[in-house]
């Protein structure tokens, strides 16, 4: 549904995005996760319309987004910082979508007011909390019926309550209309959660691109230990990590969890453990090779 | 789900005129306030002051000349109100430009940026045109309610142009709008592209000023500078004129059309208004959404700012030192180019810390300005030593159609007169060395200053204007092969005094509104003493003029041409004594083409009468003006002899020493 191939854009000679490319199937969920300054909102601005790349292509559905207005038609966008024109109302904003995206659904509309009763329908949305402005925002881009959603960081500012209830919707469209989903966020927690694949984003390029079953499968952390000194291991050997409290070594292995014990045999450790890996802790290794790891610093 | 190519989007249209409308109605309350509610008032005013007796008729042509004449007043006035109305609402309309978070919204709804434009130009120009048809409509309903049928139709015609003009202005709000990143540039933009001719003519002529020998600043701007400003242009040009002739000459009851309003010039400025949104299209096809909250949205644009600013610095730290010191700028050319050049790095570092919102660019930036100062030093030496032949340039006798010395009223098309005038410029262009070097001493120490203007109409249409300063002592005066004694001697010729005073082609039936003045001072003064209850205005009125008959007019009109003819009449030029009798004429003449200077199809000159014009004097003795009873007499005051306004000599009357010689006596 959505295929991003070697995009690269340029900010005053600063490269957000290198070569950058993306893959999402339709009816799935995409995480898109990365480091701070990753180009993961640039990437997002693309997609919907906003920026156009200087190099590269954005399909959707097999169409180019940019200046293709009967396709953004199709599109709900929900930014991290977003924008309500002044002194508007949700009524007000839900007749602005109405009158811009064809498809966008009355009945949809009554139906979610019982999903988000905080709000209030007649108070000025920029009078709102952000969470609430978070809700409404959500309320309407489901209104809109999109084919594809792409949200930025879009629970932030939710309350626990509140968030499920989101991706319990989203969800529940991705089940029932195939809606196609890209998420970026912080929350990997979440993410892991929700997400069919996930794309690691670093320095405008995307590092690693799996379905979130093939990624936990296919990295494995192993506490293993050995009779003497931790062995020197082959540099072939797919090694992400390795960490030590006394003489029990924690290893993370870009490997199946059999394939990894397999890799340590030759060893012989005294005792070798296989633990699955959170999507955090994944993405934490990840980037650690990519000179992004968690630095030890003493205050 | 159909893919259909939209230029207009309803929603944007409804949610941008709902977003907006209160401002619209606050520029709706200012037009009706100086539209309709203003003119009500006149009517009330006039009403009351009418009752005493004077026809309707009366009441009702005087009062559409005085609403006519408000309009009138009104009108630049107006046209500067529409143009800052509309940079308003550009600034409003196109907000979601500036900021970032609104242009990521805007630019990410189903909407083509064809469309986005095309919509915002029309919310706009609804919000703009709106409240203009609502104040003028009811201006031209309160003409037809109290029957000023020509006033109706005036505001009717207004509207029209009115609705055009905010068209041409509101699409230079786009432009700007378009080119500019931040809400602030923008109506700095708008103000650039309405006055950057301005600037141009100014800086061009100041330069030619400094550095050009014999090149001064026109008092008058360019026609290419105020069409390039169309604020300046409309609000000039387009008015209403002549109105108290043709209210004079139509039944106001039909409604006749007086009204001239240059409806051409407007039609042309909204064809160029149609292209600059042709070009605002493209360009913001071309916008990257990323630029908003930059100062400018082109990077291409940049250097242009810089300079823009740069030498606007320059060209005021120079006229600022100038004054600070009481220095005459002109004197100093090269002193200028430091001064200049000291200015420009305000400027040029301003305008660069603005563009990249950074304090710390002078690294960055200073080969930048390494560049344009050293070009621009190149450009004012190349001037200044006279590269492009500016200064040397005389104009081919073939290629010339008139000339004209110091007053724009009196060309001369004579072959003989043309190729003196050349020929004397030729001289004083060669001089150019002796007369630079004496103008930059001190000239008020040891010489006496007097200028000459020339002014070339050429064959290709084109005008070469030159002004020179020329020094002279008393030696040089008596020397008749002097400088100072041949352009004496040129421009006091019989041909160039007769085109001063009358025209090159003057026959005597030219001559019209003749008035005979006998200004005499004595008279003022003894009217303040005297105890019979008359008062200088009584004897001024009774005794101050008289205005010559048709067959009196023809007559003087010889007398004149004879007298010029045969050196009694001669311009006065450096070290002439100004004649001064207390008689003088004042007379129009008829042009066949309008004046160039003033717009008018006629001239406007007087001559005061001196000993030598024998035959004006024995023409005005025959008619019984001057006599032994109406005598000739001396005046002191050394301004009369020159061009005179009796009438504000009459209003504020600054008697002169008093005269030893009898006063004169009243004309009849």
Known sequence: MIQINNVTKTFGGFKALDQTCIHVHKGSIYGLVGPNGAGKSTIIRHLTGVYRPDEGELLIDGQPVYENPALKSRIAYIPDNLFFFLNDNLKDMMRFYRDLYPRFSMERYELLREAFPTIDEKRSLRRLSKGMQKQAAFWLAVCCMPDVIILDEPVDGLDPIMRRQVWSLLMSDVAEHETTVLVSSHNLRELEDVCDSVGIMDKGKVVLERSLSDLQGKTTKLQVIFEGDLPVFPKELPILHISNIGRVYTIIVRESREAAAKLLAPYSPLMIDTLPLSLEEIFIYELGGAEYGIKDIIL | MGSKISFFNKGIYKKTCKRFFPWSICYGLILLVILPAMSGIIYNNRAVYSSDGTTYRNTLTGLTGELVEYTASLMPFLIVI??????????????????????????????????????????????????????????????????????ALLHAKLLLAFCLITFVFFSIAVFCAILSGHVITMPVLFQIVNFVSLWCWLLGGLMKELFVFGCSMSSELSTAAKYLSPIIMLGSEFAVTEYPDALAASDLYTGTVICRLNFQMVIIYTLCAVLLLAVSLLLYRKRKVECAGDILAFKGTAWIF??????????????????????????????????????????????????????????????????????????????????????????????????????????????DAINEMIDLHKQIVENRAMLEKRRVKNP????????????????????????????????????????????????????????????EDFVPEDLTNVTFYNQSWQDMDAAEDSADGETSEDIFNESYYVELSREEEITIGEAILKDIEEGHLKRQYAGDAPFSYDQYLQYEIKLDNPSELYRRNYKYESITINEDMNYTIQALTDMGYISDEHPLTVNSDPMVGYEKDPESEVISPDPVTPDPQPAAISVP
């Open chain 2, 82 to 151: 529409i143009a800052f109305a509309a940079m308003f609402a550009g600034m409003l309309i196109f907000s979601y430009l500036f900021k970032e978070r609104a242009a990521n919204m805007m630019h990410a709804l189903p909407v083509s940026r064809e469309a986005l434009l095309i919509t915002s130009l029309l919310a706009g120009l609804t919000l703009l045109l709106l409240p203009m048809v609502l104040a003028e409509g009811i201006t031209v309903l309160l003409g037809l309610l109290f029957g000023i049928t020509y006033y």
């Open chain 2, 306 to 415: 810089q300079i823009l600013l740069a030498t606007g610095t320059g060209v005021l730290f120079t006229i600022l030192l100038y004054s600070f010191f009481d220095y005459d700028i002109v004197r100093m050319p090269y002193l200028s180019m430091l001064f200049f050049l000291l200015g420009t790095p305000f400027g040029f570092f301003a305008g660069r810390m603005l563009i990249r919102k950074n304090f710390f660019i002078f690294r960055e930036s200073a080969k930048g300005f390494v560049i344009f100062a050293v070009c621009a030093l190149l450009l004012m030496l190349s001037v200044k030593m006279d590269l492009y032949g500016e200064a040397r340039r005389v104009p081919d006798p073939e290629d010339v159609e008139s000339v004209t010395i110091d007053f724009y009223d009196s060309s001369v098309q004579d072959k």
């Open chain 2, 444 to 503: 008020d120490a040891y010489e006496e200053w007097d200028h000459i203007s020339i002014r070339y109409r050429l064959k290709n249409g084109g005008l070469l204007d030159r002004n020179y300063e020329i020094p002279y002592n008393e030696k040089e005066l008596s020397d008749s092969s002097s400088l100072i004694a041949r352009i004496k001697a040129v421009s006091s010729s019989p041909v160039f005094t007769k085109a001063y005073y009358l025209t």
